[in-house]
Every structure is written in structure tokens, then in C-alpha cells.
């Protein structure tokens, strides 16, 4: 069979920006440098009065369509990925269907409609499920289009609150795709955890410590099982290795645990170890806390190294771009990932068809998921037509009053006026609740 994967992706981030290292930090009296580089966060995308998970998921799919030239037929099915849901029975896919019609000639009636739900990972769900589906057979030559949408607020003055971010992320997934190609090899690392949640409520609930350690726990174990698919895993196999980022901060913490994990035993380490020494092993130990101290005394070490930093500098920095300028945005995260990743290669001339990238999911609650994707053909031709650098340059820049207002506006236990601080253009907007409390929405 053909190969199955992302054939286009389109990005619509919220039209508003929280800048972090001044607004923010000012008004929390913070060291920019918290920001800048202790969470690796500059500002947050947020979204303006008209704009929700639906308005931003229905403006990416458009912009895809429109550039892939499809029609409501060629979809058989639309899955949304979010976190954010205000609807326990129906899914926001049936709203931004609602929206394209709007737009488009024809319908969806015969595409399958979902929402997955498992924190930021459902975004990675949906697209395997797509790949399954189409490996099936059931997809009858029509493609599937995923959209991970979020908007990913937290409470006022919680910790989380420099992470927030808005917007979504549409990808088609088909056969020969255009972008990447997935691979059926897939290890997970799943545990019932409560590191993050949002119990029947807006905003999470968020041990922000032990969630750095869940995410770094399961990602481990999925990238062990990944390498128990695969005849080896070397971090220099992969020209990229976008990880879901809820703050870049993060990224750096994992990728120095995988590049540990994954040169130990490989000549790279013997190489290592004329500066640094061998990894400390176990079985080396009379008690755990010793062996753990020596390992972080290791890795102190290790994250020192030419070897580590060019690594990282290649194949991991780039993955972090536009998470910098957006924030967290859950389902979303590591597939602008992703797209950073290949906008770096591509700005920088390199030509990447046929090499290869890890991708790691990750999800609170708790689950990890790592895949390769090998790079196709016309990967150029689909990231040189993304707009998202213009679409971040031309946010509104919001003062930290203004950033109180619209977060009580998006506070669905505040009845505040709806100030909406920049101008809808070609594109759905929230219009009103209807009379059974569903949202509507119109194009302008
Ligand atoms: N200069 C340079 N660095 C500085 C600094 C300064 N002046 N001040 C602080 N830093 C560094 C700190 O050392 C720290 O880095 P390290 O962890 O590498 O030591 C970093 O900046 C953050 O500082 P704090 O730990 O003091 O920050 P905090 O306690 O205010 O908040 C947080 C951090 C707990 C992660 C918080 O942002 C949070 O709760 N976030 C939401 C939860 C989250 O994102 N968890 C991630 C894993 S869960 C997940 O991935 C799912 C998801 O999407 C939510």
C-alpha cells in the first residue's frame, strides 16, 4: 500500500499577543529573562472577542481547502482535537462543518464527525486515527482533515498563566501525502496520573512540578517501547525531533533526557567519555537516590558537550520557533512543532525529502507517543505557502488591561461586554448563543 500521512497543514492563531517578557513580566514585577529563557516563552497568542476553538479550527480548515482547491466531498471525515470544549454532547467538528458550509458548495452529511479527547495528545490521536481509517480502507479515495484547536487559558495569577496560548492547526491526512509520511511503528508511555486536569471546569487544576516530571516519565517510557519497534534509535538519525511544547523550557528537559537515553551503549557515549565519562549504570550503586544523583551529575555534564549542543542547536532549536512567539496551544503544540521544523529547513535552503523526524506527543493525564515521519517530496511546495509569520507580526499587542479584559471575556463565569480589539476580515466569527445555548457563527 501507498504511504499515509500529512498531505497539507494550515495554522490560524488568535489574533491577540500577550507580550511576556514586557507586559507580563512587568506587571508581575518579574525578570524578563524568567520568560525569555527559563520557560523559552517571548509572548502568547490569545483570542480577540469574536474568536473560540471553533471560529480559529473552521478559518484554518478553510485556508487549507481553499489552498488544496477541495470540495466538501473530498472529506470523509473531520476530526477535532481540543481541550477546550464548552460542549459535552456535540462536538465541535459539527460546528466548523456548519461553518465551511457556509462558504462552500455542497456539505459534509457523509463525512464521520468526531472530537478526541486526551489532553494536548488528542491532536496526535486524531491524526492516527485518520492513518487507521485510511489503512483500512474505509476512507473510499476521500481524505481526512484534523484540526487541533485551543484556547489554552489558565486562571489569573496560576503559574500556568505565561503559558497560555491560542490557536489551531489543520492538517489533511491521505495517501501519498505531500508533507510526511507516518510510520506504523509507534511506542506509548500511558499512566493514570493527575498532573494536569480540568474536572467539569474551565480553567485546569495543575501540580506544574510533577506535571515536568509526568511528561518526562511517560515520554521515556514511549520512546522505549518506540525502540523496541525499530531496529535502533539514534537522536542523529532524525533531522528534527518535534516534541509537544507546552513551553520550550520544557523541550530542553526532555531532549536532553532522550539524547541520554539513547547514546548510552552507542559509540557516541565511549566517545563522551573521554570528557565526561560513562553514564553511570545501576547496578554501580548501593541505593537509587545515589545512582539518580550521579545521573543528574551526568547529564549537568552532558548538556556541556559540543556534541550535545550541536545536536540540539540542529535538530531541536528549530522545533521551538513559533512556540516562542505563541504559547502553549495543547492539541496543537507539536504540530507547529512540526511546522517550525520544516519552515527552519526550508528558509534555510536545506532539502529534507526522505529524512526523517521523531515526533513526541504528550498528553496530561498521562500519555506519551512517539512515531517517526519521513519528509516527502513536496514538503517545500506546501510549507512555503503558510502565512503564519504574518499572521503573529500582525497580532494585537495587548496591554496588560487589555489582556484582564479579554480574559474575562473568554471567562465563562464573567458577563462582561464582548470589546473585541482588532477588526475581523475574511473569516467565521462567534455571532451569539442561539435559544438552546449552541454558539453561532457567520463569515465576514
Ligand atoms: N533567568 C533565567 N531563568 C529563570 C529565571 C531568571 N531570572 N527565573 C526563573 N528561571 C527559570 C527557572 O530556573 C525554571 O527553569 P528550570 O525548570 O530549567 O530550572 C524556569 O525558569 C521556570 O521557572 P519556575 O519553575 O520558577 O516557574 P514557575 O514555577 O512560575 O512555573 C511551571 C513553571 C510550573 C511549568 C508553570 O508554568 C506551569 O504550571 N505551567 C503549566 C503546566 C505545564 O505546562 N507543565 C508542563 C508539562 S505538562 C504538559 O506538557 C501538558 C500541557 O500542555 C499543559
Same mark, same amino acid.
Given at each position: ?287 537509587? *537516590? /545515589? %545512582?539518580? !544523583? ?5 547529564? =549537568?555534564? #552532558? ?6 549542543? &550541536? ?32 519552515? *527552519? /529547513? %526550508?528558509? !534555510? ?5 526522505? =529524512?526523517? #523526524? ?6 496530561? &493525564? ?79
Amino acid at each position: 500500500m501507498s504511504s499515509i500521512g500529512i498531505d497539507a497543514v494550515e495554522i490560524w492563531s488568535g489574533n491577540l499577543e500577550l507580550d511576556l517578557t514586557t507586559t507580563f513580566a512587568d506587571e508581575k514585577g518579574d525578570d524578563p529573562e524568567k520568560y525569555a529563557k527559563g520557560l523559552g516563552l517571548h509572548a502568547s497568542s490569545l483570542p480577540d472577542a469574536y474568536e473560540d476553538i471553533v471560529t480559529m479550527g473552521a478559518n484554518a480548515a478553510q485556508r487549507l481547502m481553499d489552498r488544496k482547491e477541495l470540495a466538501p466531498e473530498d472529506v470523509g471525515r473531520i476530526d477535532v482535537a481540543t481541550e477546550s470544549s464548552f460542549d459535552n454532547s456535540k462536538p465541535v467538528s459539527t460546528y466548523i462543518a456548519g461553518c465551511l458550509e457556509q462558504v462552500y458548495d455542497g456539505d459534509f452529511h457523509h463525512a464521520n464527525k468526531g472530537e478526541r479527547k486526551f489532553a494536548c495528545i488528542a491532536g496526535t490521536q486524531s491524526l492516527n486515527d485518520a492513518y487507521n481509517w485510511i489503512r483500512a480502507g474505509r476512507n473510499r479515495g476521500r481524505a481526512a482533515l484534523v484540526v487541533a484547536t485551543d484556547t489554552a487559558l489558565y486562571a489569573r495569577g496560576d503559574a500556568g498563566e505565561a503559558t497560555q496560548g491560542a490557536g489551531a492547526i489543520a492538517m489533511l491526512v491521505d495517501e501519498d501525502p505531500s508533507l510526511v509520511a507516518l510510520s506504523p511503528e509507534q511506542g506509548y508511555g500511558s499512566a493514570d496520573e493527575t498532573d494536569f486536569l480540568k474536572p467539569n471546569q474551565q480553567f485546569p487544576s495543575v501540580d506544574g512540578k510533577r506535571s515536568i516530571q509526568v511528561y518526562l516519565d511517560r515520554m521515556l517510557e514511549a520512546g522505549q517501547q518506540f525502540e523496541t519497534q525499530t531496529s535502533s534509535v539514534h537522536p542523529t538519525d532524525f533531522a528534527y525531533i518535534p516534541f509537544h511544547t507546552p513551553f520550550p523550557g520544557m523541550v530542553r528537559k526532555v531532549a536532553l533526557l532522550g539524547f541520554r537515553h539513547t547514546v548510552r551503549g552507542t559509540p557516541m557515549e565511549e566517545h563522551l567519555a573521554d570528557d565526561i565519562g560513562l553514564q553511570p549504570r545501576e547496578t554501580e550503586f548501593d541505593d537509587r *537516590d /545515589a %545512582y539518580e !544523583a550521579a545521573i543528574r551529575d551526568y547529564m =549537568d555534564d #552532558l548538556r556541556q558537550t559540543d556534541e550535545y549542543e &550541536g545536536w540540539y542547536a540542529d535538530r531541536i532549536e528549530p522545533t521551538l520557533a513559533l512556540s516562542r512567539k505563541v504559547g502553549n496551544w495543547y492539541t496543537g503544540s507539536v504540530h507547529i512543532a512540526r511546522v517550525s521544523a520544516l519552515l *527552519d /529547513a %526550508y528558509s !534555510a535552503g536545506k532539502d529534507l525529502a526522505g =529524512d526523517h #523526524l521523531l515526533v513526541g506527543s504528550y498528553g496530561s &493525564g498521562a500519555q506519551a507517543e512517539m512515531h517517526a515521519e519521513t519528509v516527502m517530496d513536496g514538503w517545500q511546495n506546501e510549507i512555503r505557502q503558510l502565512t503564519i509569520d504574518d499572521q503573529i507580526a500582525d497580532r494585537h499587542d495587548l496591554s496588560f488591561e487589555e489582556y484582564e479584559a479579554i480574559h474575562d471575556v473568554h471567562n465563562y463565569d464573567k458577563d462582561v461586554p464582548r470589546t473585541r480589539f482588532t477588526t475581523p476580515s475574511s473569516e467565521f466569527v462567534f455571532d451569539g448563543w442561539g435559544p438552546m445555548g449552541e454558539r453561532q457563527y457567520r463569515f465576514v
